[in-house]
């Protein structure tokens, strides 16, 4: 039934969404001793769920919604009918026809809400607003690259510098609300999401009291990307980490306790998220919100936090040497290979990159996985290029999608820019197009926006020329099969 239910799937690569069972409310036995036995229809549904969520993942872009919990979370007494029904059915409840006036009894049936109340139309509503989120992670909508807190009644109830001093005690509670956003804080980190701390106090003594506020020990200060713990306006740090980071203010999200402070940074980034007036409310804000999950967990992902670290020494070093003493100095590698067909294990990072790459992105169009099963289906291909250095290994940061003799799109991470990492695979791909048929020009798509200012100068730096510009900011490059594509010296590409 599954397979044939995602026919459309499999011809088409259609997205799709399979719903597992309601678990039946009770443990359904012989006796007590047997609950969660063989046994159990309960249990034997629960296994059934888990089975499922196996089978789907043989197949490219289907997504399991769990309808389940959302009845456990709405309260499965106000719609399931195994309280009327058999346990397997697992549907919402309804009073049958013949059970209404007129009735066909001595004694009248009650109307069934008046002995059940139902909640159907609120679980439709949460089911649907289930799949609007799913499909807005798939789709990767607005997505959250970094998170930034700040600390005094944000990390921790209270002030660090008055309401944890060695002299007075007892000092408030750590467990509730603090202890779950320390551990929202490495989920974040676990899914790829940057986290920074800035806050207005004195870097020392935090250094001082950490160990002994931050109690028991979840988290420490090694644990964020970056720390701006100094008297500076909050904006001015925040948009510094968002340099040192290389995303945009409107990826990120600031949490403050202080009105006044979350206003002055809503006021000068007014594209940043803002989030942290009800302390109740922020780990599920950042845990479950659409624009924090990640559909596939890729290996750049988690290692985002130790390339960026590896970015940031990177950068130290920059500011101490010339650019040329610098780039011969990294010692960077570049691996290209091609990905020539939709079951490549790269697919989920080269979704990732493709659907969140802003600045370095020639066109800035977004893919589906169907898009990309039917481009490469007619022809098209797709490069992907990975890049380390002796400070990290980048892995997999740049995709480019070729369609005969042109190049349609070039995007790469911002973590590797200002490398030169873009020369140097630009060369590889036209060698790569040019190798063993008579080409005569190979061309390169441009469409500028408001955010992709960093690569428009890509394909001129590299030796193609402007063949049309039609005013509106879509252009063609080209370059002659008897011109070189300028390459740097100080980069191995390795093909």
């Known amino acids: 039934m599954l397979d044939s239910a995602l026919g459309y799937n499999r011809s088409h690569g259609l997205l799709t969404f ?22 159990d229809l309960a249990q034997v549904v629960r ?23 959302i009845g456990n979370s709405l309260g499965k007494q106000y719609f399931l009918d195994d309280m009327v029904y058999f346990y397997s059915h697992g549907a919402s ?28 139309a609120e679980l439709l509503a949460a089911v649907y607003e289930q799949m609007v989120s799913t499909y807005r992670t798939v789709r990767q909508m607005d997505q959250v690259k970094a998170v930034i807190f700040d600390l005094d009644n944000t990390l921790w109830r209270g002030q660090i510098a008055e309401d944890y001093r060695p002299d007075r005690q007892p000092w408030p509670r750590t467990d509730g609300w603090p202890l779950g956003i320390w551990e929202a804080i490495h989920h974040l980190r676990a899914r790829g999401i940057l986290v920074a701390i800035c806050s207005k106090n004195d870097l020392a003594l935090v250094q001082d009291r950490w160990d002994s506020v931050v109690q028991p020990g979840f988290l420490s200060l090694d644990d964020f990307a970056a ?44 594209d940043i998220r803002v989030i942290g007036s009800n302390p109740y409310l922020v780990r599920r804000i950042l845990l479950w919100s659409a624009e924090t999950q990640v559909l596939h967990l890729t290996d750049e992902s988690a290692r985002r936090e130790v390339m960026v670290k590896g970015q940031i020494a990177r950068e ?5 040497k ?34 969140r790459t802003n600045q370095f992105n020639t066109t800035g169009k977004r893919w589906t996985h169907a898009e990309i099963k039917e481009f490469l289906s007619g022809g098209g291909l797709i490069f992907t290029f990975s890049v380390k250095d002796r400070f990290a290994d980048y892995g997999l940061v740049g995709v480019v999608y070729v369609l005969g003799h042109t190049i349609m799109q070039f995007l790469m991470s911002c973590r590797v820019m200002g490398m030169d990492i873009e020369y140097s695979v630009l060369a590889g791909i036209v060698n790569a197009i040019r ?9 390169g798509v441009m469409i500028k926006s408001r955010d992709n200012g960093p690569c428009q100068a890509l394909y001129e730096t590299a030796g193609f020329h402007c ?29």
């Open 227 to 270: 720390v701006r713990i100094n008297w500076q306006p909050k904006p001015e740090n925040i948009q510094e980490i968002c340099n040192i980071f290389n995303i945009k203010t409107r990826n990120v999200v600031f949490v403050d306790d202080n009105p006044v402070e979350r206003e002055s940074v809503r006021a000068a980034l007014p």
């Open 316 to 320: 130290q070093v920059r500011n101490a």
């Open 93 to 120: 409840f309804f009073q049958d026809e013949w059970d209404r006036p007129p009735h066909h009894r001595i004694e009248a049936i009650p109307a069934l809400d008046t002995v059940y109340e139902s909640h159907q």
């Open 47 to 69: 296994d059934l769920n888990a089975y499922l969520a196996q089978c789907i993942r043989k197949y490219d872009n289907v997504i399991l919604c769990d309808v389940d919990a």
């Open 18 to 39: 399979v719903a597992n069972f309601a678990v039946p409310q009770m443990n359904i036995t012989l006796s007590l001793d047997e609950r969660h036995g063989a046994g």
């Open 467 to 495: 063949r049309n510009n039609d005013g509106s900011g879509s252009m063609m490059f080209s370059i002659e099969g008897n011109e070189t594509c300028i390459a740097p010296s100080h980069i191995t590409l390795k093909m």
């Open 322 to 355: 010339t650019r040329g003493e610098f780039l011969d100095s990294l010692g960077t590698e570049v691996s290209l290979s091609r990905a020539d067909h939709e079951a490549d294990r790269n697919l989920g990072r080269i979704m990732e990159l493709t659907n």
């Open 435 to 443: 190798k063993g048929t008579h080409v005569g020009a190979v061309n």
